[in-house]
Nanobody
Framework: QVQLVESGGGQVQAGGSLRLSCAAS????MGWFRQAPGKEREFVAT????????YYADSVKGRFAISRDNAKNTVYLQMNSLKPEDTAVYYCAAALSLRTTRIGTPTEYDYWGQGTQVTVSS
């Protein structure tokens, strides 16, 4: 059973920064999704395991950066210039295999973390 342990959420003012971390028990393609109250879970960013290709939702391009430390099986999400609309529960996700055409689809991911709250105040 794969375990994903997230950390780094919190509350910040608009324009601020936060960094999320997700430690996995083994190596996978890793991604971040988020879910705001009353909304569906939406894709944020993904990084592939071997090559380290990165993919981002349009809403976070230029503000968020996903990276990974393969030696630690840990993925990071650096979030800068945060906006109130970034407020959500952020989930780490892991995929055994990943079709690039479906990177933003939650069902493509096999394992999920417990979620960490990010709140951005105006």
């Amino acid at each position: 059973q794969v375990q994903l342990v997230e950390s780094g959420g919190g509350q910040v003012q608009a324009g601020g920064s936060l960094r999320l971390s997700c430690a996995a028990s083994r190596a996978y393609h890793m991604g971040w999704f988020r879910q705001a109250p009353g909304k569906e879970r939406e894709f944020v960013a993904t990084i592939t395991w071997s090559v380290g290709d990165t993919y981002y939702a349009d809403s976070v391009k230029g503000r968020f950066a996903i990276s990974r430390d393969n030696a630690k099986n840990t993925v990071y999400l650096q979030m800068n210039s945060l906006k109130p609309e970034d407020t959500a529960v952020y989930y780490c996700a892991a995929a055994l295999s990943l079709r690039t055409t479906r990177i933003g689809t939650p069902t493509e991911y096999d394992y999920w973390g417990q979620g960490t709250q990010v709140t951005v105040s105006s």
